[in-house]
């Protein structure tokens, strides 16, 4: 069993952070299930969390989050990507990191995750469909893989690939609705900010295919089509990308996507939000600007028009 342990965030960074997370140690059974075995993924004696102060999140139930997913690859309908998902290929998996960077490469997935430390991490997730979930995240920071690859000062962009196969995504195949592969990006300080993270599980399992096994963006701060699934390429830019739902609909998804209540959608008010799973009585939940983040991230758009750049 190899066993590295990554350079923590400091704990200044952390202490307001609203993560419920819990190093847990990387276990051959992680491994195994990366490399497409079926046993469980985290093992059962290692299962102790460490409450960080403040958090008072309480995780969707897992069934929802599974059953309720936007795959667009797979299908337009929330309930049928679980079952349209479970042909879709995980295993081998690589992703190639590259542009402006000083150590480009290839790399198995398998040893990206020889060299993290996973942590828990408890984020909310809100949609731009005025939806909202609480979701136990298994994964390490963004900033971890991307700082191995060493990037250049002219790197100011991150782009994010998702995968292109068609031969087991039908909308792929047919060319519905967007164009593939499904792209992503992030300026380089958001990347890099710690509570961006790349995700290989959830609810102490690994991803369901459904959920954008088998490796995934989580941006808790931004609207969850940021969060993009099945990763294979990372790719550091002098400029912006051009991303899948701005390029197809620019008035309605900003480059940006910061969850903020200020900035309408044409299709949804962004207000309150509708939280799923918390029971039919249960009022909804006003919005908050960086979705409650704003202690951590505020800073990185401090002179920035939000309603501009939205
Ligand atoms: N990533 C890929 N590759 N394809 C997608 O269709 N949908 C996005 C995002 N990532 C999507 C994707 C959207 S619109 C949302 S809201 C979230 O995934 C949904 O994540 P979930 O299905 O796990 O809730």
Redesign the pocket.
């Known amino acids: 069993m190899i066993i590295k342990t990554q350079k923590e965030i400091p704990s200044s960074e952390i202490t307001d952070l609203t993560v419920f997370k819990a190093r847990r140690r990387f276990i051959k059974t992680v491994l195994a299930s990366v490399v497409g075995a079926t046993m469980p993924v985290w093992a059962d004696n290692n299962k102790s969390r460490t409450l960080l102060p403040n958090n008072a999140l309480v995780p969707t139930p897992i069934e929802l ?1 599974k059953n ?6 797979f299908t337009l309908n929330k309930e049928d990507s679980t079952k349209l998902a479970q042909n879709f290929v995980t295993d081998p998996w690589s992703l190639e990191i590259s542009g402006e960077v000083e150590k480009a490469g290839i790399y198995h997935l398998e040893d990206i995750l020889r060299q993290q430390t996973l942590e828990e991490r408890i984020y909310r ?1 809100r ?2 469909e005025a939806w909202s ?1 609480v979701v136990p995240w298994m994964g390490f920071s963004l900033g971890n893989i991307l700082k191995m690859a060493k990037p250049l000062s002219t790197a100011q962009f991150v782009k994010f690939t ?1 995968i292109y196969q068609p031969e087991t995504m039908p909308n792929q195949r047919n060319n519905v609705m967007l164009q593939w592969p ?1 792209v992503e990006g992030l300026r380089i300080d958001e990347a890099m900010h710690p509570l961006t993270m790349l995700a290989v599980g959830m609810y102490g399992d690994t991803l369901p295919k ?3 096994a088998p490796l ?1 963006l989580v941006v808790p701060w931004k ?3 940021k ?4 990763i294979v390429k990372i790719e550091l830019l002098k400029k912006a990308p051009i991303t899948t739902w701005n390029k197809s609909a620019p008035n309605e998804y900003g480059f940006y996507a910061n969850v903020n209540p200020a900035v309408t959608h044409p299709r949804w008010s962004q207000n309150s939000e509708r939280q799923l799973g918390s029971g039919f009585f249960t009022a909804r939940r006003q919005t908050e600007l960086f979705n409650g983040y704003s202690e951590q991230v505020a800073d990185l758009y401090r002179d920035m028009d939000l309603r501009h750049f939205f």
């Open positions: 989050v309720y997913t936007n795959y667009y690859e997730f949609c731009v979930m998702a499904y459904q959920n954008g995934r609207y969850g089509f969060s993009i699934k099945a």
